[in-house]
């Protein structure tokens, strides 16, 4: 039954019949989860959400870390490991895993990213070597650029 709920959300996006309301109820994180709920165990949901914060995890990692080896070489595995692992928290309840992942708002979805950007930033500046954070800060620059350009071509204004 979820996944025909996507489906018709989505039908229902794109022909303009579903209320900006609506769409945001079911952009909220945890919409699957609580619709899955209702027909599995306590248990079954813990281990459902655990399978799928360490898929996201999986795929943050494969996406971020071969561009984090390309921009910032010079870090030290230790460093690299926390900045991801920081990155990943800050990021990973704005993806909407659980959800149908519509955003009704981009923009603010932009946002949140950046936003989980300087937290990630603001985290890693006391625990790291001035050299390893100008290191780190390379990569953080170089998504918030990306954001930014994101931003600007999908801004309605």
């Known amino acids: 039954a979820a996944y025909a709920d996507i489906l018709a959300f989505g039908v229902a996006l794109q022909q303009g019949s579903i209320t900006p309301a609506e769409a945001e109820s079911r952009a909220d994180p945890s919409y699957v989860l609580n619709q899955l709920a209702e027909l599995l165990s306590p ?42 692992e920081t990155l990943f928290t800050e990021t990973y309840l704005l993806e909407n895993s659980n959800g149908i992942g519509a955003a009704s708002n981009l923009e603010s979805g932009f946002q949140r990213q950046l936003e989980a950007i300087t937290n990630t930033r603001d985290s890693l500046r006391s625990t790291m070597t001035p050299e390893q954070f100008f290191q780190a800060n390379a990569f953080l620059d170089e998504q918030e650029q990306g954001l930014l350009g994101a931003q600007t071509i999908f801004s309605p204004d």
């Not at 399978?51 to 990692?61: G, Q, V």
């Not at 910032?72 to 900045?83: F, P």
């Open 43 to 84: 248990e079954e949901v813990t281990e459902l959400e655990t399978y799928l914060e360490a898929d996201a995890r999986r795929r943050f990692l494969t996406t971020y870390g071969p561009q984090l080896e390309l921009i910032s070489g010079q870090l030290s595995a230790q460093n690299r490991e926390a900045l991801l």
